[in-house]
């Protein structure tokens, strides 16, 4: 009405940081169907060049993997979700090669180290390494996730933003 644009309120972003250092992998190269074919979500994946996963952003652990260690979902106070998957069939493990610092229910502050695993170890029991960091399929406050970096430096560089 008189001539007036009506003005769409803006979106909310969060943008995520790589939660570990490596180089970024487009998901469609993760030796994984479920991950590779965006089944589970969109993201990235880091080919790591250290042992240690950090969170990107300050939340809770929504869940992580209490036994085999290879995988948490951390979740933000906004409800957004992201899965780290240490490794690909590194569930096989059992844990061996990894150490959690976090459990089920704990909150983290951004830059706290949540996972440690041995590279070496992993690969010499045949395993590839290269983690998949998505953004969970499925959830209702996410309007669309997008993929901004090819570099993986742990608390700097934007790696995925999540618009609401």
Do not use: C, W
């Not at 992993?122 to 399929?137: E, F, K, L, R, S």
Request: net charge negative; charged share 20%.
């Amino acid at each position: 009405m008189f001539g007036r644009k009506k003005k769409n309120p803006p979106q909310a972003v969060l943008e995520i940081p790589a939660p570990l250092s490596g180089k970024i992998i487009p998901l469609e190269q993760v030796p994984d169907e479920a991950f590779s074919s965006k089944a589970m979500g969109e993201g990235i994946a880091v080919e790591p060049d250290a042992g240690k996963v950090f969170a990107p952003f300050a939340g809770k652990i929504a869940h992580i993997m209490e036994k085999s260690k290879h995988a948490v979902l951390l979740e933000h106070a906004s409800g957004a979700q992201i899965l780290i998957h240490v490794g690909v069939n590194t569930v096989s493990l059992k844990g061996e090669g990894f150490t959690a610092h976090v459990n089920n229910g704990d909150k983290v502050e951004k830059g706290q180290l949540l996972l440690e695993f041995d590279i070496p170890a992993i690969q010499q029991a045949g395993y590839p390494v290269i983690t998949p960091v998505i953004v969970p399929n499925g959830q209702e406050s996410v309007n669309k996730v997008e993929v901004v970096s090819e570099i993986a430096n742990p608390q700097q560089e934007t790696v995925i933003r999540i618009y609401f």
